[in-house]
């Protein structure tokens, strides 16, 4: 008998469903973007239920190609969007307001405020991360306080809260199991790096309970099974989770200490391998949990991240309407000898690593009249390149 593994990668613009035989060979898969929103500028949601749609939608396209039988299927993974953060109802399944998405910015002043007052040495030295509106404690915290629908469920016991893992594994699993990794739980900032738990003094310092997260696992082994899945047999076991990132840190075979790997998406991500000893940086990089293998120590890494590298490209296509398809930006930047001066600071949403400015904003600048479209689409893929540039630099200064 013929088996496979059914691969959920849900990401910040979309949701993919790949279909990988007992090789390793990839044999379908189908993406399904989903709406983004952005209520303020600076601010940016998703809706959950959106979220979970466009992975039935994936799931069903894959499932219709008939490559295999759904009871052909004996585990499934998931790959996830990592900081942004999900509140639900446990009885119904229903949100009581849209996701944060990491991008968002919107808990800037109270991670500034946080600052002024001498807690960041602290949060670095428990959870690996820098005070920062990218992850997920202080978004949490702004749902909790501005939601008055979520102040209600937490109040009756009702309320549950997560990463989009935790979120898809409640769905998969029709609520029986709220859990996530630990390579997810690490970009919280509510999680002791070494000791791979919630961490009570960061749950009170972001004023977050700890009864409504998500129990925390290994990123390999089984975490619970199907049940009333459309499409699929109930009992298959999701079999493993881990951050988008840390799992093609993974998928790279970067097991050794000191290898790295690079990935574009709608930002862009440096991860570095460290192996079992977390290493804190002091030049802006991340330390974070790199994966757990079941029964088997924790890997950690150093990471740095742009927060806008194909979200620009996105932008260009919904925003400014310089292009029809995202494939087409190439031709355009193709179309000139070079970017003519054009430059591009793609902080749409603030600057990662190294720089940590959630207050930062776009600029293009050196624009004459000589300036054409693909002088912007030039600089714009220019910007995603020396963004990492930046990362890499100052990940090699860390390391020497």
């Known amino acids: 008998m013929a088996r496979f593994v059914l691969a959920i990668d849900q990401g910040t613009t979309g949701s993919t469903v790949a279909l990988v035989d ?63 953060s999900v509140l639900w109802d446990k009885s119904s399944g229903e949100s009581p307001c849209n996701a944060i998405v990491w991008q968002c910015r919107r808990t800037a002043d109270f991670c500034r405020e946080l600052k002024a007052q001498g807690a960041e040495r602290e949060v670095r030295r428990r959870s690996g991360l820098l005070l920062d509106p990218y992850f997920s404690a202080s978004k949490f915290r702004w749902m909790l306080k501005n939601v008055p629908a979520a102040r ?27 859990g996530t990794d630990v390579s997810n739980a690490s970009r919280t900032s509510l999680m002791n790096l070494k000791r791979c738990a919630w961490d009570s003094q ?25 049940q009333g899945v459309r499409g699929l047999p109930d009992g298959i076991p999701i079999a493993g989770i881990a951050g988008d990132q840390q799992a093609a840190l993974f998928g790279q075979t970067a097991f050794a200490v000191g290898d790295a790997k690079c ?20 030049a802006g990089l991340l330390t974070t949990v790199a994966w ?12 740095g991240g742009a927060f806008v590298c194909g979200a620009a490209v996105q932008w260009l296509r919904d925003g400014l309407k310089l292009i029809r398809k995202a494939s087409e930006v190439e031709a355009l930047a193709a179309s000139v000898d070079d970017h003519a001066g054009v430059e591009f600071v793609p902080a749409l949403t603030g600057l990662g690593a190294p720089y940590w400015s959630p207050e930062a904003r776009g600029l293009i600048t050196g624009i004459t009249r000589g300036s054409e479209r693909g002088h912007i689409a030039r600089a714009t893929l220019d ?18």
């Open 22 to 84: 007992e090789r390793g060979l990839l044999q379908a898969s189908c993406n399904v973007e989903f709406a983004q929103h952005f209520p303020q500028p600076g601010w940016v949601e998703h809706d959950p239920q959106a979220i979970w749609a466009s992975v039935e939608k994936a799931l069903t396209s894959v499932l219709r190609k008939k490559l295999c039988k759904p009871s052909d299927i004996v585990a499934i993974g998931i790959t996830n969007q990592r900081e942004t």
């Open 383 to 400: 910007a995603m390149a020396l963004q990492n540039v930046d990362i890499l630099s100052t990940m090699e200064q860390e390391l020497v």
């Open 152 to 178: 209600r469920l937490l109040k009756a016991g009702k309320l549950a809260a997560g990463t989009v893992d935790s979120y898809l594994l409640w769905r998969l699993t029709r609520g029986a199991v709220h």
């Open 202 to 226: 960061l749950l009170d310092l972001f004023a977050v309970p700890e009864s409504i997260l998500p129990e925390i696992g290994p990123s390999s082994g089984v975490l619970g099974v199907t």
């Open 263 to 282: 990935t574009f998406g709608t930002g862009s991500f440096i991860l570095m391998n460290t192996g079992e000893a977390p290493v804190q940086s002091k």
């Open 292 to 303: 757990q293998l079941s029964g088997e120590n924790t890997n950690y890494a150093l990471e």
